[in-house]
């Protein structure tokens, strides 16, 4: 298919910001960040809430109409582990919301490198657990942007030590699951990702890891012992600098006997689906992902 002259301009529009930028800098990138979570349309009919769970404020996107109530969908939002918000994300949850009438939760987990591996996936752990114990008859349904990616596969590993039941479905959209840096697509794609670069991802591992090995399995899952862990769907993008991460999580997945299906997008960078409601690239992946949801609920 064809890039969308809404994407082309995009993709345009976002080289012309990076080839600003000389050096990764934390507070202004913070900064860029939250401002992009107030200038993304959200879609129509859906309304944000924040309660406590866990000790973490979690924000609801909930539609007008809910028709869907069937299973409790986390989404665990990325950011490189020290970025982004659930503000930032509550389009993107909310699109997806929309697209299923289904209450989408965020959690507001803390950042790195105030509270650096594992502060996030302990506190993630704990809010699945009470959200899958206040509706003990629904299927849960994890979801994981980017860094979130990694967290959510971390979620499953931690529930598998614990005993818990595994997510009926975890998704990853373009994840970020190999900490080590060291997959072919980083320099590959460099050229390519107009979103992600290499000196993004290296600052982002120091100030999340705090000097734990980077191939450490909870932080690294692609590293760890999948064998156990429930259904995953991978969304991947062919010119992101992180696209051999799905790759070779999926493959190495499979071997481990999990139930995994990966679709990789053509011509889209890093995290391309974020951009719902601004190019039909986005669009479809939200679809296709509300699908899978659906069709997987209705297996349990």
């Known amino acids: ?101 289904s209450v989408i939760a965020l959690p507001e987990y803390s950042l790195a490198p105030e509270n650096p591996f594992p502060t ?61 840096l060291t997959n072919d697509s980083i320099s590959d794609n460099a050229e390519l990702d107009a979103v992600l670069d290499a000196t993004t991802l290296s600052a982002n591992v120091e100030l999340y890891l705090n000097e734990m090995p980077s191939d450490h399995p909870l932080a690294s899952p692609i590293h760890g012992d999948l064998e156990g862990l429930g259904p995953v769907y991978l969304q991947a993008a062919e010119h992101d600098v992180l696209v051999d991460d799905a790759v070779m999580f999926a493959r190495k997945a499979r071997l481990c006997g999990v139930d995994v299906e990966i679709e990789i997008a053509a011509e889209v960078p890093h995290c391309y689906q974020f951009f719902a409601g601004v190019i039909p690239e986005a669009d479809m992946a939200i679809s296709r992902l509300a699908a899978t949801i659906r069709a997987r609920i209705a297996s349990c």
């Open 120 to 180: 996030a996936l302990n506190e993630l752990t704990n809010v699945c657990g009470v959200l899958a114990q206040a509706e003990p008859d629904r299927p849960v349904i994890l979801i994981g942007d980017s860094a979130g990616g990694a967290l959510a596969v971390g979620v499953q590993m931690r529930l598998r030590e614990l005993g818990a039941p595994q997510p009926a479905l975890t998704a990853l959209l373009c994840p970020w699951l190999d900490l080590t």
């Open 1 to 101: 298919m064809l890039m969308s002259p809404e994407a082309e301009a995009l993709w345009a529009d976002m080289w012309t910001e990076r080839l600003k930028r000389s050096s990764f800098d934390l507070a202004s990138e913070r900064e860029a960040a939250e401002g992009a979570g107030d200038v993304l349309p959200h879609p129509v009919g859906v309304s944000y809430r924040v309660e406590a769970v866990a000790g973490l404020n979690v924000l609801f996107a909930e539609p007008e109409r809910i028709s869907d109530p069937e299973a409790v969908i986390m989404w665990i939002h990325g950011g490189a582990f020290t970025l982004m918000s659930a503000h930032t994300h509550r389009h993107f949850a909310g699109h997806l919301a929309a697209e299923m009438g």
